[in-house]
């Protein structure tokens, strides 16, 4: 492999590592906090292209608010989300609180699919298309904006969460709800932030990512799934772990699409995520029963 | 006294089961149906499965579609590229998708919860992703065509009416069995595992073999009502059996009540009912009804909607008693 077409396959696996990075830390925040694996995750990034594309080319806003306010929407729908669905139940077991979240996701997909649009959209490019050449490789400017954000998010999110109160209680609340209660922090007021955070952050990931790929209503289900394998890599511990995760599977599915021998196609380029999730899962299936058990 | 009376009133509602089921297909009662009827027998056998697993052991599993779907591949594949009997298909296919249950089961328990719903949901879809494959091998891009109807001697099951009693013959035949798994000691070690694995465990009750075994079962169950569905459409497709697939699934065992077996004739029936008759006038909006009815199910009745109508029959049977009414 010439070094352009390496630089070229690293920068593109970086770039979609970068989304899936941003849906594993909206795993993660809720997951430490709330001990729910929120299968709506997906909808939120989705809920982002789509909404800044209704709002710029049917309402005709600006690009910029609309973007800003496609991101509230998300975080509207996370509120949404936690206050109707999940904090209803009461003693609600690991297997209703999983069914309720797809039931979230089925929901806003449909929603979506109906009032939104059913085709397959983009958004314009934040910077213009001309492209960028960097050692040789081809770099869509977009591709600068989503890693770029992807670390913003990330360095503004660990700034928050060990600089603030409130991302210190939230903190608190994923390390022990019982005793953060005893001193006075709200776990179902953690649990609410924690869930508009995640939205938020997955319509932040939407935004940038649409102008780069075709986005459609039906879209969340496979990023949600990726993201998901992103913040498995990392153990639901760290945002940063996450982080590491998601640029990892990007750059894993990026390569083996380029090497294209034996089974490594394009047909089968999703299932490497799969397959990366079984294993992660089975290699961790100790660690990660003691840890339910002692939670 | 209350014990009998309850046997006589279930084997009333057995009886107006069976006879309503013999019925259905004629012409005069609902024979424009029985196309929809088939394929609820169908799903019904599926959904049992998945309310074993789901209902009485505790696991999730949101990957159901792809033992329904390998039922339904392999029967495709051998009887239509390899020209095997298709009753012989349908047992290679049971014996294969059951192997396979077996050897996933171990390593796939080692898991709980939310990381089992998440290993079972990557399963299903690297299963979807191989079935796509085998369409390109073994038939068009979109599917397997040609596969032969089932027979017995020179009597083919080439009309929907005899198809209709192949299938409920099946699913009536599974959910006899489960029945009576569920009321035997295994039924009551698959509750105790329910209720706490350390404290089943501590009587005794090796757990991951119980939990291995009903798994088995469950893709048993699939593989054969995928089988019935390639034998009955001639046509397999990969659609039937991706993620959604495996949603609508769980929608079914949990409306028909995930500890309850009978319900899962509920289950289904509600399911295809509500999306086939009534929701095809929504148009597309079917996907928003059942995440609704999702979301609304586990939060107001998390032990399903059957099992809630039964509850509410038999207090109101009870109060009714309790007037003296009743002789």
Known sequence: MASEQFVQYLISGITSGSIYALVGLGFTIIYAVTKIINFAQGEFVMLGGLVSFTLIYRAGIPLVPALILAILIAAAVGAAMYLLAIRPPKKASVVSLIIITIGVAMFVRGIAGQVLTKEFIRLPSFSGEKSISFLGASIDPQALWIIGTMVMVTIILHLFLTYTMVGKALKACAINPVASSLVGINPKTMALIAF???????????????????????????????????????????????????????????????????????????????????????????????????? | MIARLKSNWS??????????????????????????????????????????????????????????GMGAYISAILSTTYGFNPWLAMLVAAVATGAFAYIIGYPIFRLKGNYLAMATLGLGLIMWI???????????????????????????????????????????????????????????????????????????????????????????????????????????????????????????????????????????????????????????????????????????MPEGLFVRLKDILERLRLRYRRRGVEP
């Open chain 2, 11 to 68: 084997y009333l509602a057995i009886a107006t089961l069976f006879a309503f089921l013999i019925l259905a297909p004629f012409d005069w009662f609902l024979g424009q149906y029985t196309t929809l009827m088939i394929v609820i027998g169908i799903y019904t056998i599926v959904t049992v499965g998945l309310c074993l697993l789901m209902g009485y052991t505790g696991q999730v599993s949101l990957g159901q579609a792809a033992f329904f």
């Open chain 1, 196 to 295: 508009v955070l995640a939205a938020a952050i997955g319509g932040i990931g939407g935004v940038v990512f649409a102008p780069l790929t075709l986005m459609s209503y039906q879209g969340g289900v496979m990023l949600g799934l990726k993201g998901f394998v992103a913040a498995a890599i990392g153990g639901f511990k760290s945002p940063v772990a996450a982080v590491i995760g998601g640029l990892l599977l990007g750059i894993i599915e990026s390569f083996a699409v380029a090497a294209n021998w034996g089974p490594f196609t394009s047909a089968y380029k999703d299932a490497i995520a799969l397959v990366v999730l079984l294993l992660i899962l089975l290699i961790r299936s100790g660690k990660l029963a003691e840890e339910e058990r002692a939670g």
């Open chain 2, 130 to 300: 191989v079935f796509k494959q085998l369409n390109q091998f073994f038939g068009e891009p979109d599917g397997i065509s040609g596969i032969p109807y089932l027979s017995i001697g020179g009597f083919v099951f080439n009309t929907s009416f005899r198809r209709y009693f192949l299938v409920w013959f099946f699913c009536l035949a599974v959910l006899l069995i489960s029945q009576n798994i569920v009321r035997s000691r295994t039924g009551r070690a698959l509750r105790a595992i329910h209720g706490s694995e350390a404290a089943a465990e501590s009587i005794g009750i090796n757990v991951d073999q119980f939990k291995v075994k009903i798994l088995v079962l469950s893709a048993v169950y699939a593989s054969l009502a995928g089988s019935l569905f390639a034998h009955h459409l001639r046509y397999v497709g990969a659609q039937p059996f991706d993620f959604m697939a495996s949603v609508k699934l769980v929608v079914m065992a949990v409306i028909g009540g995930l500890a309850s077996v009978w319900g899962a004739i509920f289950g289904a029936g509600a399911t295809h009912v509500l999306s086939d008759e009534l929701l095809l006038r929504f148009g597309d909006w079917d996907v928003i009804i059942y995440g609704l009815i999702l979301v609304l199910v586990m939060i107001f």
